[in-house]
């Protein structure tokens, strides 16, 4: 059982920058489907998409895997010969929860495909050869600078047939489209319970540590990575999510 979204209810004299902390862990699945339109419906889509690219003998990982939704989705989705889950997080309280959740899933189902979870950075984490990776809203946070090294080391570590699917949240060029997105987001934040102080504390606490891209930006930074073709297949609003193909 998780907490309703409360965090950032009460007036902060100064708004601390936003971490992955227990205090985020306990409320963050209430936290993700109020903030990101489509998570629910990007995230089972994920394994479902996960089914099509995955090759025997080969690891799927889940970068930035937060409470192991995603892994959960692959886990539900891929029956693939010898195929395994590498579930990485550099959060400890998220790394311990998301333990506890793919516990409680293996009590449901059964033969699920086999799965470790790691803590650790994953720009320091060396790739064993995989088929399918998933970076669900996890590039966002990762220093601009350091992304296209970490794409390229996806890149080299993908087999024939593999897939990278990336999920971001957008900016956009156009001055008026970036407004009207952006107006939209907030609407969708209001229409789901947060008032207008949760929106603006959570803005300001998330905006030094969480750096989106754009559209374009986000395929070109692909296409120079090795990837041949980048294919979206989900947009709500501003967030997205893309088909990188080795």
Known sequence: MTDPDRLFAAPLAQVPDFVFNEDVVRVFPDMIKR????????????????ARFAQPNTCLYDLGASLGAVTQALRRHVKTDGCRVI???NSTAMVERCREHLHAQDAMFQELLPVEVVEADILA????????????FTLQFVPPQERPTLLARIRQSLCPGGALILS????????????????????????????ELEIAQ??????NVMKPDSLETH??????????RVVPWFQCLNFASLIALP
């Open 35 to 50: 903030s990101v339109p489509g998570y629910p419906t990007i995230v089972e889509n994920i394994g479902v998409l996960a």
């Open 87 to 89: 579930a990485v997080d």
């Open 125 to 136: 984490l060396p790739l064993q050869p995989a088929s399918v990776v998933a970076l669900n």
């Open 168 to 195: 971001e949240k957008l900016r956009f060029d156009e001055d008026d489209e970036q407004a009207l997105l952006t107006d939209l987001h907030i609407a969708f934040k209001r229409a789901n319970g947060y008032s």
């Open 202 to 207: 959570k803005r300001s606490a998330i905006e």
């Open 219 to 228: 395929r070109q930074r692909l296409l120079d990575a090795g990837f041949s």
